[in-house]
């Protein structure tokens, strides 16, 4: 049997993919049931955070268990294969035990060195355990994992490489400013009570916030969080719990907000975080709020006004400028397709009524800068020479509409985008007067809420980029040798125990020998004596031993190095070992590590 692993996280997948791809408790524990009923494994263990899903097993084929794993996590997932599979990476035997191993010390993590996917790790093999989906490779796998985080972050300076993703967060939301100068004396709404959440209430504590609310579905756990804050000694905080429903009026007292949540849809939505604003003093909170509805009409094809009413990307048969649809000239003469002159090739759309600007088939993947180029072509284009009011448009108005585009394809992610486009400038924000940190997955808060004045959303997205170019510490260099060392280590101990069933199995048969030939022995001398017969039975026992010291040391030596599998084979061969006498002794041994296990489920 053999270790794999197949999975996703921030580093293959968008942050888009991996929230469609979370798997809630009901699902990793179908997913757990299902893999250890699949033929080509034996044993399984979900790994699933905010950032990464992943699927170990040990598997007695490689290519049927990739095959196996992957169609099980787009069915549990939800995530068509087709889709999933371009995201998704595999590692084997020692590669799986490296990859995990520097998930454990947090070189894998979206904050490098943080800390809390050691407590994930731990979830995830007692999650195992009480499924009893983890056999003895897993629990070695993950126990092993556990002390390799813990050996890098007690060695190390690890923990000076990064923080919690809660305290990289809120440096984000502070934007350079010292996090603690930022959050003093401001109020504080976590929405969430589980460990992320906790977390983040504890680090706006320390921060000096002058006051924290907990909002969460089981009244209880907001409680008694609400209470641990309060009685914090010296980073005791004002702290009090409220009910979900009391969220929108806590909104629009808070300056601060923290959302972790299980919740499959939005908590908060962009209406909602619109009208807390508003009446703020934010300049342009009604244009925010305006444009909330306009992304409402996205997805049904609408040109928001704010876009201009004749804005459409499209062919000869696009609507006109005008809005009106005149045909002729100011037809031909829409975004592009119909004239030659067009600096971009767009491919003609037929008309429809309402057909917006963001339509996909025109501008999918399309850069900002051509954008702007296609902006000034139609700004220089010539004017319809109709007559009527319904004839004349602004050009600028278009111009305008397509450099919207630009930042609202960066912004909203509405648009497919096959290449990141380049930063647009685009008129200068308000200052925030609300923070908004979402650190669920999927996100609890609508991403809409980027386009409003007036308020900061950092979220997984914005993090992953901005983790992306995050400094990477000295200490991460010495983490990894660490890792390396104890996934050398563990591979050579694995091997190890692997060919142990065989030589004991050889010894089992080396004693029968010695049995065998003392009772023929007492059979053609019945005249010995006990003190004589002991002698020699000892005496034989001694040479047998002594036979069997140095190749059985050898051969443990020779198994545990890379490659080493085969001596096992050899052994077998070489002593006739009946192979249902070594599986015995391989079940013998997974029966006596039962006890350890259920000791394996305290803490780690």
Not at 48 to 59: G, Q, S, W
Not at 330 to 347: K, M, N, Q
Not at 546 to 557: D, G, I
Not at 565 to 589: K, P
Request: proline share 5%; net charge negative; glycine share 10%.
């Amino acid at each position: 049997m053999s270790l794999l692993v197949v999975g996703l996280s921030h580093r293959s997948a968008p942050v888009s993919v991996l929230e469609r791809a979370t798997l809630g408790m009901d699902a990793q524990v179908k997913l757990l049931q299902d893999t250890v009923a699949a033929e080509p494994a034996s044993e399984a263990a979900v790994l699933a955070t905010c950032n990464r899903i992943e699927l170990y097993a040990d598997v007695d084929k490689f290519h049927a268990g990739v095959a196996e794993l992957s169609t099980l996590l787009a069915q549990h997932s939800g995530v068509g294969l087709d889709e999933l599979t371009p995201y998704l990476y595999v590692h084997y035997e020692d590669r799986a035990v490296h990859h995990l191993f520097s998930v454990a010390c947090g070189l894998d993590s979206m904050v490098v060195g943080e800390g809390q996917i050691l407590g994930q790790i731990k979830d995830s093999l007692a999650k195992a355990q009480d499924l009893h989906t983890a056999g003895r490779l897993l629990n070695d796998l993950f126990q092993q994992a556990l002390r390799v985080g813990k050996r890098a972050h007690s060695e190390t300076g690890i923990d000076r490489a990064g923080q919690s993703l809660v305290t990289f967060g809120l440096e984000q939301l502070a934007a350079g400013a010292d996090v603690q100068a930022w959050a003093r004396g401001k109020k504080a709404l976590v929405i969430g009570a589980g460990s992320m959440s906790s977390l983040a209430a504890a680090t706006l504590a320390r921060a000096g916030v002058g006051e924290v609310v907990i909002a969460n579905r089981t009244a209880d756990r907001a409680e008694r969080l609400a209470e641990i804050l309060s009685d914090g000694g010296d980073a005791g905080v004002a702290a009090r719990a409220v009910s979900m429903e009391s969220v929108p009026g806590e909104l629009t007292r808070a300056d601060v907000v923290v959302s972790c949540t299980g919740a499959t849809g939005l908590v908060l939505s962009a209406e909602a975080v619109a009208a807390a604003v508003s009446g703020r003093g934010v300049l342009d909170v009604p244009d925010a709020v305006a444009g909330r509805e306009d992304v409402a009409r996205l997805g049904a094809g609408e040109v928001p006004p704010r876009f201009g009413s004749g804005a459409a990307l499209g062919g000869t048969n696009a609507r006109s400028l005008s809005g009106e649809g005149d045909g002729g000239d100011a037809t031909a003469r829409g975004l592009g397709g119909g004239d030659e002159s067009c600096p971009l090739d767009l491919a003609p759309i037929p008309a429809v009524a309402d057909f917006s600007v963001i339509g996909e088939g025109a501008v999918a993947g399309m850069a900002a800068a051509e954008l702007e180029q296609h902006a000034a072509w139609v700004d220089n284009a010539p004017r319809p020479q109709t007559g009527g009011a319904g004839a004349s448009f602004d050009p600028a108005q278009d111009a305008d509409a397509i450099v919207a585009l630009a930042a609202l394809a960066a912004t909203v992610g509405r648009i497919p985008e096959r290449r990141k486009p380049e930063p647009v400038v685009g008129p200068p924000r308000p200052a925030p007067v609300l923070f908004l940190l979402d650190l669920a997955m999927p996100r609890d808060i609508d991403a809409a809420v980027h386009r409003l004045g007036g308020v900061r959303l950092v979220d997984i997205e914005s993090l992953a980029e901005a983790s992306a170019d995050a400094p990477m510490a000295a200490d991460v260099d010495q983490v990894r040798r660490i890792v390396a060392d104890e996934v050398a280590a563990f591979g050579a101990a694995l091997r190890a125990a692997h060919i142990t069933p065989t030589v004991v199995a050889l010894r089992t048969m080396a004693a029968d020998v010695v049995a065998n030939e003392i009772a023929r022995l007492e059979g053609r001398l019945p005249e010995l004596d006990d003190k004589h017969r002991a002698e020699i039975t000892q005496t034989v026992k001694r040479v047998v031993d002594k036979l069997l010291h140095a190749p059985t040391v050898r051969v443990k030596q020779l198994a545990a190095e890379p490659g080493g599998a085969g001596y096992a084979d050899a052994l077998r061969t070489l002593f006739d070992l009946d192979q249902e006498t070594v599986a015995a002794v391989s079940r013998a041994e997974r029966a006596d590590d039962e006890p350890e296990n259920s000791k394996d489920r305290g803490p780690a």
